[in-house]
């Protein structure tokens, strides 16, 4: 009895943890996203203004916007499709706006590829999940 009482007190303890954790990272998403919003709100500025960027620092500009994006979903999310996007993304950034070295690009190339692959033939979305659940309820039903 006094075994079984521990672990209810240990599951609300648990509990009340895990709740703290999800509001801290939703405020974190917050305040990713408001950061992202004052980073697009010069971006006016840097493309017309005096100091006009380059196109690659353009592109380096939105791609980071798009990245911290990414994150504040894969945070709001919590699935493995905006987990591969935000990955898929940042790889992309980097062989677009980093000029490396043939081996460099190399491996992002191969980086890409494998991320791809496994979003091909490994990974199962959330979406084809449930429609997999639901094809193999019919499929019961009909037994």
Sequence with gaps: MMHSKANQVLHRIQGVFFQYAM?????????????IVIHLYR???????????????????????????EVVMM?????????????IFAVAKNLLVIHESTLGVLIGVL??????????FLF??????????????YIQRDK
């Excluded at 203004?49 to 620092?57: D, K, R």
Aim: net charge negative; glycine share 6%.
């Design 111 to 120: 980086a890409l590829a494998v991320l791809f692959a496994i979003r091909k």
């Design 75 to 87: 945070l709001c999310r919590h699935d493995l499709d905006s987990i591969m996007e935000a990955m």
């Design 23 to 35: 509001w801290f990272e939703v405020i974190i998403a917050l305040i990713i996203f408001f950061g």
């Design 43 to 69: 971006l006016p500025e840097l493309t017309f203004g005096n100091e006009a960027l380059s196109f690659n620092a353009f592109l380096q500009y939105l791609l980071e916007a798009l990245i911290g994006l």
């Design 124 to 137: 199962i979305s959330g979406t084809e999940l449930l429609e997999r659940r639901k094809h193999s309820d």
